[in-house]
Each structure stands twice: as C-alpha cells, then as structure tokens.
C-alpha cells in the first residue's frame, strides 16, 4: 500500500510541474535573452528593395519594422507563402538558407528597437516554367503565428521561394 501512495505522490508532483511548465509556455515567447519574440502585430513588413537580375532571378529584401512599443527580438527565418489577386493562397515553399542575391547570415538573435528594422533577403525565378502568377506574398515573421500580406505581381517557377534567416542587415551581392 506504501508503495501505492509513493506512486500517486510522485504523480502529483509531475502534475503539478507540467501545469507549472504549461502556465508558463503561454506567456510570450522569447527569442533570447529574456527579450519577447516580435508578433506579426508588432511589425509592418515590405520590400526595402526589389532585385533583379540576370537568368530569370528576382527577389527583394524584406524588411520588418517594429511599430510597436517595447524592443522585441526575431530568430530565425521567416514563414513565406503566394496568394493570386483575390487573396486564395497558392502552392507554395521556402529554402531556407543562401539566395541567388545574399549569403545566409546564419540563425541568430536579432534585437529590434520600436522603430527599428530587421532584414531578410527573398528570391525566386521567373522563367515561366510551371510558373503562378502570385499578386501577394505572405510573410510571417520567425516564431509568429500570424502573416502580414505584401504585395509581389510576379510570376514564381513552381511556387519556389528562397529566403536567408533574418539579421539587422543582410548584404546584397552586387
């Protein structure tokens, strides 16, 4: 009977520490440091530039604009997805990593000030082999669970889209 009560204590107290640990899961991510993670409501997001380029290349650098009020913190890559003009969604995926225009910067903490800005660099062809024409792209920051929509009017070769981890600067080749 002992050995009964041990078990049942024993189960209380792993209970009770995943209710603590569960509690705690809902509070705000963070990226590091103790800094919150930026939400999609937290940021405005555009093309800082468009790119193009030779064999059917296009892309831009995506740029996240903390339009909160408190500093927040991104890691990671962004989430990317195409819808056509009446906002259907597309087939679509991302390849995390080196773009035909910029070098990965690699997953790292990057803090962002309100007002401040954070950069990712996008790029897909254009070739029209099993093209979409995509009028939006959708873009949801590292960690986020929403999107905010851009727009892109471009044709993407098979819903392909490639994209670097975000950085507060991410250098494009010239």
């Known amino acids: 009977m002992n050995a009964k009560l041990a078990l049942a204590g024993a189960a209380a107290v792993v209970l009770s520490a995943g209710l603590t640990t569960g509690a705690v899961a809902q509070e705000a991510p963070t990226a590091g440091a103790g800094l919150a993670t930026c939400a999609a409501s937290d940021l405005s997001v555009s093309f800082h530039n468009r790119l193009g380029g030779g064999m059917n290349h296009a892309g831009g650098t995506l ?52 007002g401040g800005t954070a950069q990712a660099v996008v790029a897909w062809t254009h070739s029209g082999s099993a093209a979409r024409q995509a009028a939006y792209l959708r873009v949801t920051p590292p960690a986020a669970t929403s999107y905010r929509t851009i727009e892109l009017g471009d044709l993407v070769d098979n819903g392909e889209l490639h994209v670097t981890a975000v950085a507060n600067t991410v250098p494009v080749r010239e």
């Open 63 to 114: 740029e996240f604009r903390n339009t909160g009020g408190r500093e927040c913190a991104l890691r990671g890559y962004p989430g990317l997805g195409l819808e056509n003009a009446q906002h259907e969604e597309l087939s679509a995926h991302a390849i995390r990593g080196n773009t035909w225009y910029a070098d990965d910067p690699g997953n790292k903490v990057v803090r962002v000030r309100p």
